[in-house]
Each structure stands twice: as C-alpha cells, then as structure tokens.
C-alpha cells in the first residue's frame, strides 16, 4: 500500500472517472440508431426497389451458375489420342537417377529364401536375432 491506500481501489476509482469522462462526451446509442433508422426510412422506396430487385437478379444469375456451371468443350477424338501417346511416353524426371546409380525396378518379386537375394551360401548359418 501506498500512502495508506489500497493500490486496487484505487485503480478502480481512476477507471470510474475515465468511464464517466468518456460517457459523457458520447451520446446516448438509442439515440443515434433512431436517427439511422429514420434516415433508412425516409429513403425514397424508388431508390429500394431497383436495388433489391439487382441483389436478387445477382443472387439468382450466381446460384445457376453454380447449380449448371461451367463445362469446357469436350476434346476430339484425334486430340484425344494425341494426348494419350504424350502421356504414354512420358518418364519420371528421376529415372536416369536409377540408372545412374545401377537400380531398376524388378520385373519380379524376390525370394526371400532364395540364396541368390541373401548373398549368402546353401551352408552359411542363418544371422542371429538380436
């Protein structure tokens, strides 16, 4: 505490003042959403009218074409088959890097009790378990 007062009532009281200094420099909220209300409806309604009409053409003309959108021509034939032999000769930018380095993809799954996928010998032990 200092000067014999409570830090926290004291905080509050400078907090009431702030409020009551702002409050009373700001009108009342009743008071300024009359006025807007009443502004919107002295508006004349022929100002409304074309407006809500235009939101709805625009709402209506949005929603088919979401419902029917939007489909691109289908391809011909022939451009069609041309498309399919570019994809069909296409490689993966990466398939050098399997020759370069001597993999290839097996045209056959492996053995594994075969001594050929082991490295090993008919005689050699089998590896422990750890």
């Known amino acids: 505490m200092r000067n ?8 509050r009281s400078r907090f009431a003042a702030l409020r009551h ?3 009373a420099g700001a009108g009342r909220f009743e008071a300024a959403w ?11 309604v022929s100002l409304r009218k074309p407006m809500v009409l235009a939101t709805g053409a625009a709402a209506m003309a949005a929603a088919a074409v979401l419902i029917f959108g939007y ?8 451009e069609a088959i041309l498309q399919a032999q570019e994809l069909q000769s ?3 930018p990466t398939d050098s890097l399997l020759e370069a380095t001597e993999l ?3 045209q056959t799954i492996p053995n594994p009790e075969s001594t050929e996928s082991s490295g090993g010998s008919p005689e050699a032990p089998p590896p422990r378990s750890p």
């Open 90 to 92: 296409w490689s993966a």
């Open 104 to 106: 290839t993809n097996p």
């Open 34 to 44: 009359g006025a807007a209300r009443r502004r919107l409806e002295s508006r004349p």
């Open 21 to 23: 200094h702002d409050s």
């Open 4 to 11: 014999g007062k409570d830090p926290e009532q004291d905080l």
């Open 71 to 78: 489909r691109p021509a289908r391809p011909s034939i022939v």
